[in-house]
């Protein structure tokens, strides 16, 4: 299994442009879940789904929007890009009691 | 509401001692706790879980957590650190009554281990 897998890993912006950070699982799990990572602040949840079909607004989720049409995959939609979208945005799954977490994507608004 | 703070931004020790890294929560009912690690430039990586039972939780690595209701505290413990357990720290909670599996994490704390 590939677990939890983000494209890109690195990208630039310029103010205004818009993006998707691609999310995609391969353990059949229905709980899905976007967070971004700031220094010093943790993680802050922008958007989930618990399952295909199905989304939810988390604590951060002006500026965004997700889609769920598949278990596997759970994009996440930047419109409009600003330099207060500069982070490092997780995608998660959930099983059980236990978040599995891909490996990051470092998105830098200019 | 739920909410989790971890006190220290960093932890310092030297190989060998003993390591503890502080959490304390705040939830309106009762706690799902748990320890995430994440290493420079990866994704988090889950290390233990309190759901109910027995308040001493045992982990991957060797970590260990202690849950204590009257002190709403879950702090992380590891009898020896090792310079590999250096690694940034995250505390997260959920209140069972909740069934959107919101969890709140806390904002890290970073541990380094000197050799």
């Known amino acids: 299994n590939a677990g939890v897998t983000q494209t890109p890993k690195f990208r630039i912006l310029k103010i205004g442009q818009s993006m998707t950070l691609q999310c995609t699982q391969d353990m059949n799990h229905n709980y899905m879940y976007w967070y971004r990572q700031d220094p010093g602040m943790g993680l802050k949840l922008i958007y989930y789904s618990v399952g295909a079909g199905i989304t939810d607004k988390g604590e951060v989720p002006n500026g965004y929007n997700v889609s769920r049409s598949t278990t596997e995959d759970f994009p996440l939609r930047l419109e409009l890009a600003a330099p207060s979208q500069t982070s490092v945005y997780f995608c998660?799954?959930?099983?059980?009691?236990?978040?599995?977490f891909g490996e990051g994507s470092r998105l830098t608004v200019l | 509401a739920q909410s989790v703070a971890q006190p220290e931004d960093q932890v310092n020790v030297a190989e060998g001692n003993p390591l503890t890294v502080k959490c304390t929560y705040s939830?309106?009912?009762?706690?799902?706790l748990f320890w995430y690690v994440q290493y420079p430039n990866r994704g988090l990586q889950f290390l233990l879980k309190?759901?109910?039972?027995?308040?001493l939780v045992k982990g991957s690595y060797g970590f260990e957590a202690e849950f204590n209701k009257s002190q709403t505290s879950f702090h992380l413990k590891k009898p020896s650190a090792l310079v590999s357990d250096s690694a940034l720290y995250f505390c997260a909670v959920r209140d069972r009554a909740r069934d959107d599996y919101k969890l709140s994490f806390g904002a890290g704390t970073t541990v380094t281990v000197r050799a």
């Open positions: 309190y759901i109910t039972g027995d308040n």
């Open positions: 998660a799954s959930r099983l059980g009691g236990e978040l599995f």
């Open positions: 939830v309106s009912g009762n706690p799902y």
